[in-house]
């Protein structure tokens, strides 16, 4: 039986600079960052209070994952933020909304009361964007 | 990018803010709260009471905290522990060891040894901590030194 989901998918267009975003700006910790050798990275990382719920910052490269056609197609549809890859959580969204504005993340929609929950939404270094409600 | 969005508690978040941003960049100093909220234009009882309200602790629970943060970081390294301590505004050897085994669990050196111990080991086969699924799309498992 299913207990839990211990591993996410982010893909990036730039692992070296995506640390920066989720780490320094957002607040997560660095959970494992392993290289297996040359653009072989392995790099997640953890919201602080779900030490536990591993988010990989996968990279969009040509290889055994990605044939050539599709890693460009990839990056395109990363880059014109197609992709919102996950629903985050704060304790108090004005509160988080000021900070990490002031940290410079870009937000595309400001805190906003919608009919099902209080919300803003906000990109990262790459384009994926991103919810961010309140928690009840 | 959303134009200038503004709301009524706009200042008040914004002072809390700045009285937050302050300790993450000063922690390893000694902080006096009286003056970061006077700085904030609030009353110490105010400023504790609307700080905890929004940030979930107290100023002092969140210096700690973050004093507390640095100190993990800081352990992984090759800094002896009584820097450490000093480092991130802790005021005496004894009092950092034992708020940090209240808080972890574990004395700093034993924390140190536990993670220099989990980075070697990352270092020396990185892929006990790679999923398998991921390690083989990636096509990981065919390189033989690992």
């Known amino acids: 039986m299913i207990t839990k989901i211990n591993h996410v998918s982010i893909f990036v267009l730039n692992q070296d600079s995506a640390p920066d975003f989720y780490v320094n700006k957002l607040g997560f910790k660095v959970h494992t960052d392993v290289t297996m050798g040359p653009g072989k990275r392995w790099l997640t990382v953890c919201p602080p209070e779900q030490p536990d719920l591993e988010i990989t910052l996968m990279a969009i490269d040509e290889g055994m994952m990605f044939k050539k056609e599709a890693a460009e197609t990839m990056r395109t549809l990363v880059q014109q933020g197609t992709f919102g890859f996950a629903v985050f959580e704060c304790n108090d969204l004005l509160a988080t909304y000021e900070e990490l504005k002031a940290k410079g993340v870009e937000f595309t929609k400001p805190p906003t ?24 | 990018m959303i134009q200038d969005y503004t709301y009524p508690e706009v200042y008040l978040y914004r002072r809390l803010l700045q009285a937050k941003l302050f300790m993450d960049a ?35 629970q969140y210096l700690v905290h973050v004093r507390m943060e640095k100190a993990k970081q800081l352990l992984q390294s090759s800094m002896p522990v009584t820097s450490v301590c000093y480092a991130c505004g802790f005021e005496s ?33 990185p892929l006990k901590y790679v999923p398998a699924c991921f390690a083989v799309k990636h096509g990981w498992t065919q390189i033989s030194n690992f």
């Open chain 1, 113 to 136: 009361k919608e009919f099902y929950a209080f919300e803003a939404l906000f990109k990262d270094d790459s384009g994926n964007w991103f919810s961010l409600g309140e928690k009840k």
């Open chain 2, 26 to 60: 000063h922690f390893h100093e000694p902080i006096n709260l009286d003056s970061i909220a006077d700085e904030a234009y609030f009353s110490k009882f105010h400023f504790i009471r609307i700080f905890k309200k929004i940030y979930r602790r107290t100023p002092h």
């Open chain 2, 93 to 125: 050897i004894g009092s950092f060891t034992s708020l940090f085994k209240r808080i972890t669990g574990r004395t700093p050196a034993e924390y140190r040894k536990q993670q220099l111990d989990l980075i070697a080991d990352k270092k020396s086969t």
